[in-house]
């Protein structure tokens, strides 16, 4: 009797233990709101409206006017990229936009899509939602979310789009894609109040995918992305079911950056250092000190002063196109700041990027979308969320040309479950635009592994 009162202390005890330690791990937040003074006392209307991007003749005119008055600036002698974006260059993408470039034609590329708008927390917020033309019998499609960066938007998803809703493999999963904007972003809402971050973003994203009636679902992101997602999971390690991502933004909490770096050349095995890890770490220090700064400028003006710089791009076009473009360039690939045309057309169109650059132009959404790194790092780096690891299934995609390269070992410390980590032939930053066809594959790799590991 004594034993099996004893054994039942002992289950009930690692019962508790275990429910204490899931508790522990579920991120708390509030609701917020975020639309212009108070909030409403009849309650907010949770009406989903259909939307379409328009454009006019007086908005193409304007357009046109601004373009024609921008004042060259000639670049330095054999400076390519190395400066910012190469004047000389910038001034065959001006005269692409102005003379050849249809914004109609992308506004119907665009449209072809469902686009959607419903207030949450004070704001409308912009989504696509793609349902799959067609399901194998026996299936359901699995609801995804996928969530853009900076300086991207949701146009850059939509080379993947159609992988997920309509694979040709038929052994593929079917998905159902959701695509917001990031409220301040694009044609979601700017937040009209201080503090609008990661957390919130997320927090107003789960209340979207329960609007659209998802119990549970699947979620992607790079970039901001990434970050907002991670915190979609934190928030509902019950409701996200599978977290995949293709950046990590790491923390001080949880990766041994300072003593692998000092040691994982010597001691590769002790940090779990594969050859491509040390190969994209360690072959300069310049590598992982100067180069970093090089890319961190624009960082460091949107954490603190977002404002003074965001206004000189809402007004001047060629501005906010060489702001967002040089980011398309070097973050693709470091190298590119050695040619006179930034790379640009290597992976990308002219029409894909300036697609990406007028969604920010209509909209008039650079500052507040450069707000969102100030209300996010303007905080500090000691937040609940960072210091929170995330229980969800995990798939990571490794990108050589990232940004910063992301040993297994470093995400494992903040996804200990991590059940698949792919390192990709080529991309980098834009994965999702660059490489769509690796991403999906990767995607589908990994909701495979969560979905037989769930049966």
């Not at 159902?176 to 972003?185: A, L, R």
């Not at 934190?234 to 949880?254: C, D, E, I, R, Y």
Request: proline share 7%; hydrophobic share 40%; charged share 20%.
């Amino acid at each position: 009797m004594f034993t099996e009162v004893l054994v039942a202390l002992v289950i009930g005890g690692l019962i508790f233990f275990l429910l204490q330690r899931n508790r522990s791990q579920v991120l708390k937040t509030e609701d917020g709101w975020w639309g212009a003074g108070a909030p409403l006392d009849g309650g907010e209307d949770i009406t989903v409206r259909p939307f379409k991007v328009t454009t006019s003749d007086e908005e193409l005119e304007d357009l046109y006017k601004r373009i024609d008055q921008t004042r060259p600036v000639p670049s330095l002698e054999d400076s390519q990229f190395n400066y910012g974006f190469n004047s000389h260059y910038l001034q065959k993408v001006i005269s692409y936009w102005r003379n050849d470039f249809d914004w109609r034609k992308q506004v119907d590329k665009i449209n072809q899509y469902p686009h959607f708008k419903t207030k949450i927390e004070g704001i409308d917020v912009h989504y696509l939602h793609v349902k799959p033309k067609k399901v194998p019998v026996g299936t359901t499609a699995l609801p995804l979310i996928l969530v853009h960066g900076w300086p991207g938007s949701f146009y850059e998803f939509y080379g993947l789009i159609p992988l997920l809703t309509e694979p040709s493999n038929p052994r593929d999963l079917v998905f159902e894609v959701v695509c917001p904007s990031i409220p301040g972003y694009g044609f979601s809402e700017a937040p009209h109040k201080k503090g609008f971050d990661s957390v919130c973003a997320a927090r107003i994203f789960h209340k979207l995918m329960k609007r659209l009636g998802f119990q549970q679902f699947y979620a992607q992101g790079g970039d901001w992305g990434s970050l907002i997602t991670t915190n979609m999971a934190q928030l509902g390690p019950k409701t996200v079911k599978g977290l995949h991502l293709n950046a990590f933004l790491p923390s001080s909490s949880f990766h041994p950056f300072v003593s692998s770096i000092m040691l994982g050349r010597r001691f590769p095995t002790l940090f779990g250092f594969t050859d491509m890890d040390i190969e994209r770490l360690f072959p300069r220090m310049e590598k992982l000190v100067v180069e970093p700064i090089k890319e961190s400028g624009y960082m460091h003006i949107q954490a603190t002063k977002p404002d003074t710089a965001g206004r000189g791009l809402n007004d001047s076009p060629v501005g906010l196109a060489a702001y967002i473009l040089e980011k398309f360039s070097t973050w693709t690939n470091n190298d590119f700041r050695n040619l006179e045309d930034g790379g640009l057309t290597r992976k990308f169109s002219l029409d894909d990027l300036l697609t990406n650059v007028m969604i920010y132009w209509t909209s008039g959404c650079i500052v507040s979308s450069m707000r969102f790194y100030k209300e996010n790092l303007g905080k500090g780096l000691n937040l609940p969320h960072m210091k929170l690891k995330v229980d969800v299934p995990t798939g990571f995609a490794c990108f050589p040309n990232e940004l910063l390269h992301s040993p297994k070992l470093w995400v494992q410390q903040k996804y200990p479950n991590l059940l698949t980590f792919t390192p990709m032939a080529r991309g980098g930053h834009f994965a999702a635009m660059e490489e769509p066809q690796l991403i999906a594959v990767d995607i589908q790799n990994f909701t495979k592994a969560v979905e037989k590991k769930t049966k």
